[in-house]
């Protein structure tokens, strides 16, 4: 699906993006740089008559929307991002979470059937229309025989290949970003790309979002932060996947925080927990956590849904990932300098001590502050100066791991703008490191690697062939966690210029 029609659908996507006047709105040229200051003036020259009205977040979110799968993942990136973009402009974006339009009823009732084999009214004593709709798939209430209310996932018609072609179309966007020039080649744009192309893939096929969805649901229960519905496996098949209702309203409606009773300080500090606990202690989690799949009860009731997406990191990882966050919350910076040199993350030709002294430059303005008292945007900007300075490069198999955490700290601003993200993730941290990192526990994995060589001397004794070691590649080192927003900023630049293009 390459090849010339890709390209006439990065054509199509630009013109309709022109026509919307959401590639470079009007309301920004006095913001541009003067480079980009004529041809926005070109560009608007193109723009049609819708693109006279509403707001450019407006503009932009009906733009997405026609594009499909790819660009409306995009927009809910930016959504969650209203300290960067504003708060109007977030809110315009926020539509694409789950009100999009949906499909007919009779399709779904249609597809279930064909799904799981038997009429619906064998599997279920209601099945009403749909309540969400987003861009893969959409949900349905309905009940079970034995009285249980439970959602009903449907995935759209045709959305297989929809999403072939949109994946198509990002790869050429990713090679045209690739040939910009060595700060574009920084990104990595092409496994970026494959990044997403395979976590879309995934998504496609809903039996692996039900075994995601066990998975979280053990994992959640061991912390008790978030919870997660359960799975109703006789209700799961390919392109359908059942689970019993998620209690309270989901975020993305406007009522959710109005809700009497309801502790936003605790919540923020809950999701903030959750995602941590489960990447560190358990190597699993949720990677899509926005406002569409989050739902809200009094008195700080979190649940998640919707698990297509799921990243894992290994041990070594998670390591690394502690060793940052425990060094800046610390303030040793010196630390956290060495942690990154000993990942592999900064190339040994560079000074540690002058890695420091950059990294408190970002984190002494910001430490102890709360979320309304910060300007991401102004942090995002000084770490990419930074990055470019010590020759860090994104690394794609962390894109997931570094978009979660943009959105998580983005939507948890938004439940409780004083929250304040070190804090929270404190007694986390700490508990991992108490646990892996502390004096016993280095001893136990010494115990551990002792009783590992003399087995494998042992079986050296039994068969005489030559023992091979394994090492660690540079390439296959994991980048600290302190990129966290960094990441997910270039890794949405990236997106943002394929997303722009499919």
């Known amino acids: 699906m390459g090849g010339p029609s890709s390209f ?64 409306i993942k995009l927009g809910q990136l930016l959504s969650t991002r209203g300290d960067i973009f504003g708060q109007e402009f977030a809110q315009d974006l926020a539509l694409l979470k789950d009100q999009l339009p949906p499909f007919e009823l009779e399709q779904a009732r249609a597809e279930v059937e064909r799904q799981l084999g038997k009429p619906i009214e064998q599997m279920f004593a209601s099945f009403e229309p749909a309540v969400a709709a987003a861009s893969l798939a959409q949900a349905h209430p309905a009940t079970l025989h034995d009285g249980r209310k439970v959602a009903v996932k449907v995935l759209r018609p045709g959305i297989e290949r929809r999403v072939a072609e949109d994946i198509a179309t990002m790869r050429m966007a990713a090679r045209i970003v690739h040939r910009l020039g060595p700060q574009a080649r920084r990104l ?71 809700q009497p009773g309801l502790d936003r300080p605790a ?12 990447a560190l202690d358990h ?9 569409g799949n989050l739902f ?55 000074s540690v001590e002058d890695f420091a002294q950059a990294l408190r430059a970002v984190g002494e303005p910001i430490f102890g502050r709360t979320a309304a008292d910060v300007s991401m945007g102004q942090v995002l900007a000084q770490l990419f100066e930074i990055t470019a300075l010590f020759d860090m490069r994104l690394r794609p198999e962390l894109v997931l791991l570094q978009k979660t955490q943009v959105t998580v700290e983005g939507v948890a601003r938004r439940i409780d703008p004083m929250n304040n993200i070190w804090r929270a993730a404190d007694p986390v941290v700490r508990r991992y490191i108490l646990r892996e990192l502390s ?51 270039l890794a949405g630049l990236a997106f943002a210029i394929a997303a722009v293009l499919t």
């Open 8 to 71: 006439a659908r990065l054509l199509g996507a630009a013109w309709t993006l022109i026509r919307a006047d959401a590639l470079l709105p009007r309301e920004l040229e006095p913001l541009l740089p003067p480079d980009l200051q004529w041809p926005a003036r070109v560009l608007h020259l193109f723009a049609g008559p819708r693109a006279r009205r509403g707001r450019p977040g407006q503009r932009l979110a009906a733009a997405l929307e026609r594009l499909g799968p790819a660009a």
């Open 283 to 291: 190597g699993v989690f949720h990677a899509d956590l926005h406002e």
């Open 296 to 350: 809200v009860a009094p008195p700080s009731v979190l649940t998640a849904v919707d698990f297509g997406i799921v990243g894992r990191m290994g041990p070594v990882e998670r390591r690394w990932l502690a060793e940052i966050l425990y060094g800046f919350l610390e303030r040793d910076y010196h630390r956290v300098a060495r942690v990154h040199f000993e990942a592999g993350y900064v190339p040994t030709r560079h």
């Open 188 to 258: 990595d744009p092409k496994g970026l790309v494959a990044t997403v192309a395979r976590s879309l893939q995934l998504e496609l096929d809903l039996r692996f979002e039900a075994a995601g969805a066990s998975e979280l649901g053990e994992v959640m229960a061991l912390d008790g932060h978030m919870t997660a519905p359960a799975v109703i496996w006789e209700g799961v098949g390919k392109r359908v996947l059942t689970t019993t209702w998620a209690e309270g309203l989901p975020l993305s409606d406007p009522a959710a925080l109005d």
């Open 267 to 278: 919540l923020a500090d809950k999701l903030i927990r959750a995602f941590l606990a489960s």
């Open 439 to 489: 004096p016993p526990a280095r001893a136990r994995r010494f115990a551990e690697d002792g009783a590992r060589l003399v087995s494998a001397l042992a079986r050296r004794i039994e068969d005489p062939r030559p023992l091979v070691v394994e090492e660690v590649r540079d390439d296959e080192r994991t980048p600290p966690i302190l990129w966290f927003a960094l990441g997910a900023a």
